[in-house]
């Protein structure tokens, strides 16, 4: 008996001593097929580069984010609202024989005030042609009542057009994720299109629960994956105590968090239940921290520049439409290389 245990003590050993030092990565319920884990890492680069400064670089897709996992990728429009700091982009992902669409997350002068504007914001608008479900005001407007909707819309038809039907895959990080999902929920109802996909990254609330059962309804597999104790999921808050008239997240969550002692830690990607508001999940723990909310799945999601919201591109080089308040598009055919077919609309 007491050689057993020693054996199991030294088994014990030699498995710290070789995972000293590693991240382990678990996958919560490996065999689903709810969570791709690979596609995540793919989507969380393509909502990193949106946030290059030079649209030259991006456009081109030449950036210091454009490598790696996405190297190769085909854009084929991008959209800047200059009057609410809003981009969106639309392009061609051959390696997942996908068109993306990506909306950039918020351009404010400071992300710690939109987040405490956040902690007070109220369901104020009745969502169109849905009984009792009410949204977050600035962020169903940040899409649909900008120049962002019709540009976005106009790359994707512009894009399958060419392409055929190919899926469409959403996403976009923080605000840029609230943005993706009123357009992820408005091409299915509104435009009646198939294959669209949504996957954000440290979006928050922008809905009651009504709106959060119609969403499920048109949009069963949507993915919104959070980060440890990441602020901005908490927000704007969620009440317990009476749930239908608060903000509800819509499912499905995946919470990605590190568990463990030391050096031996556990990366876990947690696939939570499809209520949205799995209090096992990130609800779990207490969302204060900035820091997890711009770092996703080792990807740094900080903006180049945070002091204003202005156009940076090589006005010589690239051919654009610019409307009366400053807003920009810059376009090109599909199937044609990044430095060519430059098109203004």
């Not at 990193?48 to 030079?54: G, L």
């Not at 060419?162 to 299915?188: E, K, N, Q, R, W």
Request: charge should be negative; aromatic fraction near 10%; include cysteine.
């Amino acid at each position: 008996m007491e050689r057993r245990g020693l054996l199991k003590a030294a088994l014990l050993l030699c498995l710290l001593a070789v995972c000293s030092g590693r991240e382990l990565t678990i996958k919560h319920k490996p065999s689903t097929t709810i969570y791709n884990s690979t596609l995540a890492k793919i989507l969380v680069e393509y909502a990193a580069a949106i946030y290059t400064a030079d649209l030259t670089q991006l456009f081109n897709w030449t950036c210091a984010r454009c490598g790696d996992l996405i190297k190769g990728f085909e854009m084929i429009e991008i959209v800047v609202n200059v009057e609410n700091c809003l981009e969106a982009y639309v392009g061609f992902a051959s390696d997942i024989n996908a068109l993306v669409v990506v909306f950039r997350g918020t351009q404010e002068n400071s992300i710690q005030n939109w987040i405490e504007d956040l902690l007070w914001k109220q369901l104020d608008l009745d969502y169109p042609g849905m009984p009792e479900a009410m949204v977050h005001r600035g962020f169903y407007s940040a899409y649909h009542n900008t120049t962002l909707r019709d540009g976005v819309v106009s790359g994707i038809q512009k894009t399958r057009k060419f392409y055929g039907d190919i899926p469409i895959m959403i996403t976009g990080h923080s605000m840029g994720g609230a943005m993706a999902s009123f357009c992820a929920l408005d091409l299915v109802v509104n435009y009646g299109l198939d294959g669209v996909k949504l996957m954000t990254f440290g979006q928050p609330r922008i809905g009651n629960a009504a709106f959060a059962s119609y969403f499920k309804t048109h949009l069963p597999h949507a993915i919104r994956v959070t980060h440890a104790h990441d602020i901005v999921p908490h927000l704007p808050p969620y009440f317990s105590f009476f749930p239908e008239k608060t903000y509800h997240h819509f499912p499905r969550e995946v919470w990605i968090h590190n568990i463990g002692l030391g050096s031996l830690v556990y990366n876990v990607e947690k696939i939570c239940d499809d209520s949205g508001e799995d209090p096992t999940c990130s609800r779990s723990v207490s969302g204060t921290s900035v820091r997890d909310h711009i770092y996703y799945l080792g990807v740094s999601m900080h903006a180049e520049d945070w002091s204003s919201c202005r156009i940076v591109m090589d006005y010589s080089k690239l051919q654009y439409q610019m409307d009366l308040n400053g807003n920009v598009i810059l376009s090109k055919q599909p199937g044609l290389s990044n430095d060519r077919g430059f098109s203004a609309q």
